[in-house]
């Protein structure tokens, strides 16, 4: 017996009794509609079975571009409402000439022109394993290119550890896991193994504690050419000569080994991390070309009404700003819950106190113009990034352009809200003034080579409103099973309809799953 | 007082009373020849001092090269005999109709052309602080890219562990640190610690171990999201089901551990590594550019012997078999010794002794096409590499050409003498059987993907004889001193002539040595 027949058979009976949209929630209970346990593509939506079938969609970020593309294919007619006058939203990549405009700020972006002297001041990696995203690459022909996020030549920098010293990331990553082995190791001596361990594995665990940790002969951890060298190993005489391993009671009270030292092997943050060659935007640019007029910029939501037909959207056009009114079979929301909250609309009050429950992050970031690359010529750091206690809280630096006479070096990413909001505060010059102090910690002299800063405080961006989406655990609970049911004819999606929140992939595979639904839907509604 | 003005007074002194080569023995000991602290840039030879000053230069390698790139801007003239066609020697991308010559097979390659159609059978990888090459490739012109090393979405496999399943390394890597921070947690509870702790302390280092560890609650290892999912996060319901913890008696009794799982942490392996767009040859080709006709092709050194003038080298023009006979003021001999072990020369006893003394590596590479980049389709891999128990050790994926439709993919890096003697021994045929064979372990179905093997066994390269020097601690001890001095007018350089062997950055630092010696017993002859 077919298995997924009989499944069908199953939410086609609910569909008849409980309607389309019961039929939806108990899709979504049983795991119909996101894909189990790899993603497998976009949904197989059959060519033409869109037809007559009119969808309005708010917002032409990722979400709302990746559902437009879908749909458009199974001959559905759909609408996308842009406020900006770009596609995007949040994948966004500034280059010469580019402005950007906070609730009180206007910056216009004086960079010189080429290929990689670019910013994505929104989304900057992309996980090998958010094949949603990347798959719209391959579709679109956005190449992509190797990101580097975690660069042991980094710098980690905390005002109150190491003198205010900035120390390499492979001395602080290497000396830990030394620590961490000879500790381990004695652990085996005062026999604390919970289990009862042979002597032949005893004899393993320790060879495979010398080998984790590089431990001398005693399971004693002295250094090791991982944490690097004071003078390196070269020709001639230069045999090389170890740095000293970090005091670990110093390394204890920094804090480098809060969320810094490990980051890299994070799931979403470990290699091979990639980008789109050009910039971030790129992958906007080639879905805005893909979608051509069927998106109208400059048309600014203000009313969401479910009506007899489906639903009503009212929009303002913001060059003329007169009123227009469309009428759809179902819409696609994609606004951020920052900026719908501002929206009149008539959702349920489950939904409602939905959008009222998301917190949006006060990301900031910053970058600057460099006429010389000091981090690849003086330091021979090649992408990646260093930290510091300081406000600025990162330093990227790109990946790509490597060995070019000039670039764009990221001098601030904050995600902490509290101090993207005290950072995002200042002026634009305010911000240049205190991420150039900032990066003088970790490269003296760097006051001399980073020029015309440009900074986006993503809570200060209209239509944006912040971010990303953050859910608290209770949050998640309570309301967001609640966006995975259509409010009448209005589905959600983007990137805070997911478990991916801050990532482009929670758009595209909350998107996957709106027309998923609205095309089940449609299918029922025609059987 | 100028201390290096008081240095250079102190070695004048022995030039005049202990002759060049004592001033060059007394340089090296004071360590003055090489950088101290971090490399500097080729050594300064002032334009014009090098007039009049024949430099023969046997073999037009990496070192050969760049010795012969630094000379002639000073004025030296330099001639470059290579028995080969083409410059570079193990600096080599093979591309489209390339011809791989060993002592009893003859391979041409049948690859798709496109600039990211090519196998570096050599060097294929430059870490961030190798700066002499990396120099080379800034005043060169030679485009740089980054180079993925250690991918969390690779894969280990031991025929002997895990079912003989291909394990992912973020498993691997992720659960071992997890397994070593509980360990070193129940150290602590043990009171272990060989210092005393202040309780303050020893709370910091609970919190160090569960961020090094990803431990839970109760300082236990339960599976991280660091290891991966069994069901990824994504939209819809999807929250993500854990992998769980791989068993670890399994472990310790696999082969992962053993300098697989720490790979990635090495002082010469650790990100950020390079590349050259367009393949390591892309180097080699540009030197070549670069010297011109200074380069004599086809030129096998038959015969070195010191002279009255300074020394003399007997060649013999492969085309036509014609012997010439070369006199020059100086000798750079970057021939690997285990050619150079074959040729007719009157060096010292001392020498001759340090040329036996260094075995080379039986390395093999074998490359396929693929005209599907199925690692990145089906296991989202980008670069990178897999390792494996097999004979062919590792799979590398190509860090360029990413989301290309077709590549060329690593099917063999073989380093272990033994393991490479054997397998080079086989007929290219038999090679490409076996790495078939051995990649289906680690991904099924790859005998339809690869195609069009070529391999590379280094002990069988003409004019190479092995992949690299490797010496002992007791050669290192005895005979490497030996050849940081001149044989009368021949001075060694090499990568064999480093600390840094088997990297093309011990080629690099060796021949500047030899060249600042050289300029310095020049100045010290004309002063």
Known sequence: MDRSLSRRDFIGLIGRYGGAAGAYATMTAMGLLPVPLAYAGPPALPAGTGEDVKIAILGAGIAGMAAAYELRQAGYGCTLLEARSRPGGRCWSLRRGDVVEETDSRQEVAWDGGDHMYFNPGPARIPHHHQGILGYCRALGVGVEIMMNDNRAGFFHDDAAFGGKPVRARAVVNDARGFVAELAAK???????????????????????RAFGALGDTLAYRGSPRAGYRAAPGAGTESGTLNEPLDLRQLLRSDFWQNKMSFGEAYDQAATMLQPIGGMGRIAEAFGNALGDAIHYGAEVTQIRNSSRGAAVVWKDRKSGAEQRMDADYVICTVPFSVLRGIDADFSPEVAAAIQAVDYAAAVKLAFQCDRRFWELDHQIYGGISWTTREVTQIWYPSAGLH????????AYIWDSPIGQFFGAKTPEERIAAATASGERLHPGYGDDVTRGISVAWSKIPFSGGGWAEWTAEARRRHYPVLLKPDGAVYFAGEHVSYLTGWQEGAVRSAHCAIAAIAERVRLKRA
Request: aromatic share 4%; no cysteine.
């Open 187 to 209: 652990a085996i001596d005062k026999a604390a193994l919970s289990k009862p361990v042979s002597l032949e594995d005893k004899e393993r665990l320790r060879e495979f504690l």
């Open 404 to 411: 070019q006479q000039k670039g764009i070096l990221v001098g």
